[in-house]
C-alpha cells in the first residue's frame, strides 16, 4: 500500500509538480489527482488517456466486476489506465486508438495497480444494498469493494491488504443503510452530482436456460386488446416426475410491447386444487419463480410480461400425482411454455461494475431509494434538497417504468436532472478523451410543396448507455443513411464521452442527424421544474446543444405518466435559450403541428414499435389530408423493436404523396408554410 502523505507534503507536491495540481473543482476539499471540475462544467474532465491494461471481466462473477471497477476508480483518478471491459465484444477499444494490453486474467490487473489502493471496504451480502454504501466509502478512503470471500483472498498473500471498514451486522436493512450513509458520508461527499444505482443484478443466464422448456400455446396474432381474454386449460400430466413443474410466460411479439396478460391461476392435482390465486396478490408470491421484469401495475388486474421479459411459475404437485392441470385466465400475445427441468432464476442476484469507477473516481454518494416506499422517498428528497438547481443525477431509479416516471417527477420538482447511466462502462476513460470540433454543412430545405412530410425520430439518445451500446449497433445496420433519420443522443457525451460523441459526428452521412433526447441537456420534465429556475437551467446548458450540435431536442413533458403539453412560458424558456427552431414534444397518441406563441412550432410525436405500426398511422393520416397544402407529422421509432432497415422497409411502402425529411429540414418547412420567419 502507498504512503499516506502529511498535509506538508502534499502541499509541496502540488507546488513542485504539475503532474499533482490541484483540480479545479468547486468542491476543492475533494482532491482529485487529475481531474478538473471547473464550475461552467457541468461533468469533470479526466487526464488523457494514453495507455490502457484492460481486464476482461466478461465472464467473471459479480464481485470480481465489483472488485475491478471500484480499484477503476482510484487508479482512473489520477490517470485513466484502466479499462474494465464488461461487454463480451466492445468496439470502443479499438476506437479509442490508444495503445493497449488486454489482460483475459483480470486479478492481473489488480496485481499491478494493489499498491494504489488503501485497503478493503467488505460489504454485507445479507444487506445488498451495503454495496453502494461500501462504493461511496471507497471513493473516500482510495479503497476497493469485496465480499467477506473475497476479502479473505485478499487480506492474504501475496496481497495483504488491510480491511479498512467491514459492514457485515453494521446494518438490519437498507434504509438503515442510507441513512447512516447519509449521516456520516454525505458531507464528505461531491454535492456536484448524485448517483442512483441499483446495488447488485441478476446474474446471466445462458442461452440454452430454457431448452428444455416446450410450448404449450402461443398467439399468432398481434392482439392488442382483451378480444382474445379466455380460459385455458393446460394438461401437464406430461411432466410430473421431478420436485416442481416450471410454467413460463413470455412475450409472442417482443417487438411491439403487449406481452401476455395474466389475470388468475387455477392448479389441480388428480382433481383437487393444490393453488389457486390472482395475479398480484399476495397468494400469488408463494408460486413466482422468477418475475424478470414483469409488472402488476396499482389499478390492474393482469401480471404482464413485454419485450424480452416474463415470468414463472413453479408447482410442487403432491408425491404420487398422476394428473396435474392448470387453468389461466389470459389474453394479449402470450407464449407459455413448461419443463420438468429447474432453470437458472434472475431473481439469482451479483454485484455488478459499470459506472461505479466514475461514482468512486469523484466522490460521489451512492444510493438506491425508491419512489414508492415513503421512508425511503423522504430520505431520496433530502438528497435532492442539500445539492443546488441544475445538478446532474447519473444513474436510473427502480421499478422500471414506474420508477422512471416517478423518479423524473421527483428530481425535476427539486430541479435536478438525469443522465441515465448505471450500465455505462468506463466513464472514467471515456472522460479522458478529446473532443473534436465536426463541421456540419448546413443543408438548405427541400422546396415547400403540398406533401405528407414525415420525419423520423430513433427515441432513448438520453441514455448514455444507449448511446454507447445499443445505438452502436442500430448506426453499424447497412440501412442508416438510406433515408433521413434523427437520431436522439445526449448533449452530455460532450463531457461524459467525447469519443463516442465524435464518432457517431465524424461517421454520419448527410440524411442522419443528432438531436437531442429528453428533454435539452438532460432528462427531466419542464412540467415540475421550478418555474422560477427554470430558465437559467436551459441558459446554462444551452452550450451544451450548440457544441454537440443537437439543436433539436425531443421533450418529455408528463404528469404522473400522462404526456402533457408545454406551457407557454415553458415553450418561451425554449425559444429564447436554447435557441430551437422547433421543438419534438411527446404527445401519446397525438400528432400534428401547433404553433406556441406564434412563434415556435411544436411537432408532437407519435411512436411506433412496428413497420405496420407506421404504415397504419400514416395511412390514417393521410385520410383527412386535403392534397391542397403541406401536412407534417413525427414519428418515434421504437429503439427496441425497430432497425435502420425497418425504417428503410416502411418508406419503400410509402406512396410519392409522403416525402421523409432530417429535423431541421422538417421545421424549416414548418416555419415557411405557417409564415415563420426562418431561424439560424
Request: zero cysteines.
Given at each position: 500500500m502507498i504512503r499516506k502523505l502529511t498535509i506538508l507534503s502534499l502541499i509541496l507536491l502540488c507546488t513542485l509538480s504539475l503532474s499533482f495540481g490541484a483540480s479545479a473543482s468547486a468542491d476543492t476539499k475533494l482532491h482529485n489527482g487529475s481531474v478538473k471540475w471547473p464550475n461552467h462544467q457541468e461533468l469533470p474532465t479526466f487526464a488523457k488517456v494514453k495507455h490502457l491494461d484492460i481486464a476482461n471481466v466478461h465472464d467473471e462473477p459479480g464481485d470480481i466486476k465489483l472488485l475491478l471497477t471500484t480499484l477503476q476508480g482510484i487508479v482512473n483518478r489520477e490517470k485513466p489506465r484502466i479499462y474494465v471491459q464488461q461487454n463480451e465484444v466492445d468496439p470502443w477499444i479499438n476506437d479509442l486508438k490508444v495503445p493497449y494490453k488486454l489482460h483475459d486474467d483480470a486479478m492481473d490487473v489488480f496485481k499491478a495497480y494493489a499498491n494504489e489502493i488503501e485497503g478493503i471496504i467488505i460489504y454485507d451480502p445479507e444487506i445488498p444494498d451495503s454495496i453502494n454504501v461500501a462504493t461511496t466509502l471507497a471513493g473516500l478512503k482510495n479503497a476497493v469493494v469485496a465480499g467477506p470471500e473475497l476479502a479473505k483472498q485478499l487480506t492474504a498473500e501475496p496481497y495483504n491488504l488491510e480491511v479498512i471498514e467491514n459492514f457485515q451486522g453494521k446494518f438490519k436493512n437498507r434504509l438503515e443503510a442510507y441513512t447512516w450513509q447519509y449521516e456520516n458520508l454525505w458531507s464528505k461527499t461531491t454535492k456536484r452530482m448524485l448517483v442512483g444505482l441499483s446495488p447488485n443484478t441478476s446474474i446471466p443466464i445462458p442461452p440454452d436456460n430454457y431448452e428444455s422448456f416446450q410450448t404449450l400455446a402461443i398467439e399468432k396474432e398481434q392482439v392488442r386488446d382483451d378480444s382474445n381474454r379466455k380460459t385455458h386449460e393446460f394438461d401437464l400430466s406430461a411432466y410430473l416426475g421431478n420436485e416442481a413443474v416450471y410454467l413460463r410466460f413470455n412475450d409472442?411479439?417482443?417487438?411491439?410491447?403487449?406481452?401476455?396478460?395474466?389475470?388468475?391461476?387455477?392448479?389441480?392435482?388428480?382433481?383437487?386444487?393444490?393453488?389457486?390465486?390472482?395475479?398480484?396478490?399476495?397468494?400469488?408470491?408463494?408460486?413466482?419463480?422468477?418475475?424478470?421484469?414483469?409488472?402488476?401495475?396499482?389499478?390492474?388486474?393482469?401480471?404482464?410480461?413485454?419485450?424480452?421479459?416474463?415470468?414463472?411459475?413453479?408447482?410442487?404437485?403432491?408425491?404420487?400425482?398422476?394428473?396435474?392441470?392448470?387453468?389461466?385466465?389470459?389474453?394479449?400475445?402470450?407464449?407459455?411454455?413448461?419443463?420438468?427441468?429447474?432453470?437458472?432464476?434472475?431473481?439469482?442476484?451479483?454485484?455488478?461494475?459499470?459506472?461505479?469507477?466514475?461514482?468512486?473516481?469523484?466522490?460521489?454518494?451512492?444510493?438506491?431509494?425508491?419512489?414508492?416506499?415513503?421512508e425511503e422517498k423522504a430520505l431520496f428528497e433530502k438528497i435532492l434538497s442539500d445539492v443546488k438547481q441544475g445538478t446532474p443525477y447519473l444513474g436510473w431509479f427502480d421499478n422500471d417504468f414506474e420508477g422512471e416516471v416517478a423518479g423524473i417527477d421527483l428530481t425535476s420538482k427539486h430541479g435536478v436532472y438525469v443522465l441515465p447511466s448505471d450500465w455505462f462502462h468506463n466513464m472514467t476513460v471515456f472522460s479522458g478523451t478529446k473532443r473534436q470540433k465536426v463541421r456540419v454543412d448546413k443543408q438548405d430545405a427541400p422546396k415547400l410543396t403540398n406533401k405528407i412530410y414525415v420525419t423520423y425520430t430513433f427515441g432513448e439518445g438520453d441514455n448514455l448507455q444507449y448511446d454507447q451500446n445499443h445505438?452502436?449497433?442500430?448506426?453499424?445496420?447497412?440501412?442508416?443513411?438510406?433515408?433521413?433519420?434523427?437520431?436522439?443522443?445526449?448533449?452530455?457525451?460532450?463531457?461524459?464521452?467525447?469519443?463516442?460523441?465524435?464518432?457517431?459526428?465524424?461517421?454520419?452521412?448527410?440524411?442522419?442527424?443528432?438531436?437531442?433526447?429528453?428533454?435539452?441537456?438532460?432528462?427531466?420534465?419542464?412540467?415540475?421544474?421550478?418555474?422560477?429556475?427554470?430558465?437559467?437551467?436551459?441558459?446554462?446548458?444551452?452550450?451544451?446543444?450548440?457544441?454537440?450540435?443537437?439543436?433539436?431536442?425531443?421533450?418529455?413533458?408528463?404528469?404522473?405518466?400522462?404526456?402533457?403539453?408545454?406551457?407557454?412560458?415553458?415553450?418561451?424558456?425554449?425559444?429564447?435559450?436554447?435557441?430551437?427552431?422547433?421543438?419534438?414534444?411527446?404527445?401519446?397518441?397525438?400528432?400534428?403541428?401547433?404553433?406556441?406563441?406564434?412563434?415556435?412550432?411544436?411537432?408532437?410525436m407519435r411512436g411506433i414499435a412496428t413497420v405496420q405500426d407506421g404504415k397504419n398511422i400514416l395511412a390514417d393520416f393521410k385520410a383527412d389530408w386535403d392534397s391542397e397544402s403541406p401536412k407534417f407529422i413525427s414519428l418515434g421509432i421504437n429503439a427496441w423493436s425497430m432497425t435502420p432497415s425497418d425504417v428503410l422497409a416502411l418508406t419503400k411502402s410509402l406512396g410519392p404523396e409522403y416525402q421523409i425529411v432530417r429535423a431541421d429540414e422538417y421545421f424549416s418547412l414548418i416555419r415557411e408554410a405557417n409564415g415563420l420567419p426562418t431561424k439560424p
Open positions: 409472442a411479439f417482443p417487438q411491439d410491447g403487449w406481452g401476455p396478460a395474466v389475470h388468475e391461476v387455477v392448479v389441480k392435482a388428480d382433481g383437487q386444487v393444490i393453488s389457486q390465486f390472482k395475479t398480484g396478490t399476495p397468494e400469488e408470491d408463494p408460486f413466482l419463480y422468477d418475475v424478470h421484469g414483469s409488472k402488476f401495475l396499482p389499478g390492474s388486474d393482469h401480471r404482464f410480461a413485454d419485450h424480452g421479459n416474463y415470468f414463472m411459475y413453479e408447482f410442487k404437485p403432491p408425491a404420487g400425482t398422476k394428473q396435474l392441470t392448470v387453468s389461466v385466465d389470459m389474453w394479449h400475445q402470450y407464449s407459455v411454455s413448461a419443463s420438468n427441468v429447474r432453470p437458472l432464476s434472475s431473481e439469482q442476484r451479483e454485484p455488478f461494475g459499470f459506472l461505479r469507477d466514475y461514482a468512486v473516481a469523484n466522490k460521489a454518494m451512492v444510493f438506491w431509494l425508491s419512489t414508492s416506499v415513503p445505438m452502436r449497433k442500430l448506426w453499424d445496420d447497412p440501412a442508416r443513411g438510406k433515408v433521413p433519420i434523427n437520431w436522439t443522443s445526449s448533449p452530455m457525451l460532450y463531457d461524459a464521452a467525447p469519443a463516442i460523441l465524435n464518432h457517431y459526428q465524424s461517421t454520419a452521412t448527410e440524411n442522419d442527424q443528432l438531436v437531442a433526447g429528453p428533454s435539452g441537456a438532460g432528462y427531466f420534465s419542464p412540467h415540475v421544474w421550478p418555474e422560477e429556475t427554470f430558465p437559467n437551467f436551459l441558459k446554462n446548458t444551452y452550450k451544451y446543444l450548440k457544441n454537440s450540435g443537437m439543436s433539436y431536442p425531443y421533450v418529455l413533458n408528463r404528469d404522473v405518466a400522462k404526456d402533457v403539453p408545454l406551457s407557454e412560458s415553458q415553450a418561451a424558456a425554449y425559444e429564447k435559450y436554447y435557441k430551437v427552431p422547433g421543438i419534438f414534444l411527446g404527445g401519446g397518441d397525438r400528432t400534428g403541428i401547433e404553433i406556441m406563441n406564434g412563434t415556435l412550432p411544436i411537432s408532437y
